[in-house]
């Protein structure tokens, strides 16, 4: 059977190009992305750069249900999960999310579902350094 | 039973490996209990899981000596 | 100032880099991106190629009324919304649109509408061409 | 007036330039009526818009010889 699931966890450069050409398709008429980049600032306060610290085998099996719910239940033809770990540079990529589909609502509503559900189960922590100290965001209240 | 810790969990619980008889720990709730007995600041997370063998655990799992068990702080990836 | 909108119409082949490359910025999280391609079948006829036509002029300012609503109501920072004319191939980028924003939510949403609103008001025509024959797509109902 | 032509329309509609007071066309609505009169296919259209200098018009749309008068069919680029 043709892979319809890419999920990668690692610590060189995301890449949209390599995403992008697993989802692509000739049957395929439309392709949703999603890149989180490393913002410059939050709430304020200038960030230098991120950690991101994964438990790496859990974190693959979550990307990967929230792959099939989004080839089982969405509509998406392909997905690609890629999270950058380690540290990342501000404007760097740290989670690139590709979806194509025969028609776009389907790969909007995939690629949404499947950040938005990254970001609440996905075993992935991120280490905010700052000029003056450094925090694991979400942690406390 | 192998205790894996991420996050600000590291800074905080030192030990990766507990005793369930001596502790009388038999579920994933009566490991919380412990862990929270033993390491207040636990309390300051805004939540906090356990996965058993690389999956989310309920409380009333029972846990056992070659388990893999992590506590999970808050996620904030992506 | 800084430009935050980029229109372009053209022959040559889409690069998504390109795109990306305007769009993000160190100040924003989310870049949310569409791609369309060229689809090997509709309606289950097999296609060969695609012909697109544009009124030029009056794309360029329909598309940018688009992306004028995205970085006005829509909370996008940045757009970029590049269509191909001419004959396209199977798989090949007939458009990228890149909307980069502060939060997520906004990125997509406008990534969404601007798709959404250039299939209806952008006055590209497209062609297609089958194995026995062509038309034009949507011309009749 | 000059008269653009796009898609399916320019393979049926030959003529690209109309004169406004021989045919008696003053609005948007009056140039629609000389076409379809002219051109019956026009009828088979899902829709078609008229555009003058490069923006839609509304049918009460007075026009003037020398606006760039252009009719789409429907649309279908992305």
Redesign the interface.
């Known amino acids: 059977m043709k892979q319809l699931i890419d999920i990668q966890v690692k610590t060189t450069h995301l890449q949209?190009?390599e995403c992008?050409d697993f989802v692509?398709?000739?049957?395929?008429?439309?392709?949703?992305?999603?890149?989180?980049?490393?913002?410059?600032?939050n709430k304020g306060e200038s960030i230098t750069k991120l950690t991101?610290?994964?438990?790496t085998?859990?974190?693959l099996?979550e990307m990967k249900k929230i792959a099939e719910t989004c080839i089982n239940e969405k509509g998406a033809n392909k997905i690609s999960l890629h999270?950058r770990i380690g540290d990342v540079l501000?404007?760097e990529k740290?989670?690139i999310i590709a979806v194509s589909s025969?028609h776009?609502a389907a790969?909007?509503e995939a690629?949404?579902y499947a950040?938005d559900t990254?970001?609440?189960?996905?075993?992935?922590?991120?280490?905010e350094f700052l000029v003056d100290g450094s925090y694991?965001?979400?942690?406390?209240? | 039973m192998e205790l894996i810790l991420f996050g600000i969990i590291k800074e905080w619980v030192t030990e990766t490996d507990i005793d369930l008889q001596e502790n009388n720990i038999q579920t994933v709730k009566d490991l919380k209990l412990y862990l929270l007995n033993k390491y207040p600041q636990l309390n300051s997370l805004s939540s906090y899981m356990i996965a058993v063998n690389q999956t989310y655990a309920e409380d009333n799992m029972v846990l056992s000596t070659d388990a893999e068990v992590a506590i999970l702080p808050p996620v904030s990836g992506g």
Chains 1, 3 share one sequence.
């Open positions: 949209i190009d992008y692509t398709d000739p049957s395929c008429g439309g392709l949703a992305l999603f890149v989180g980049t490393v913002r410059n600032k991101f610290e994964a438990y085998a859990m974190a099996k999270h501000i404007s740290a989670v025969t776009r790969a909007f690629c949404q950040i990254l970001k609440e189960t996905v075993p992935i922590w991120k280490k694991w965001v979400n942690a406390t209240p």
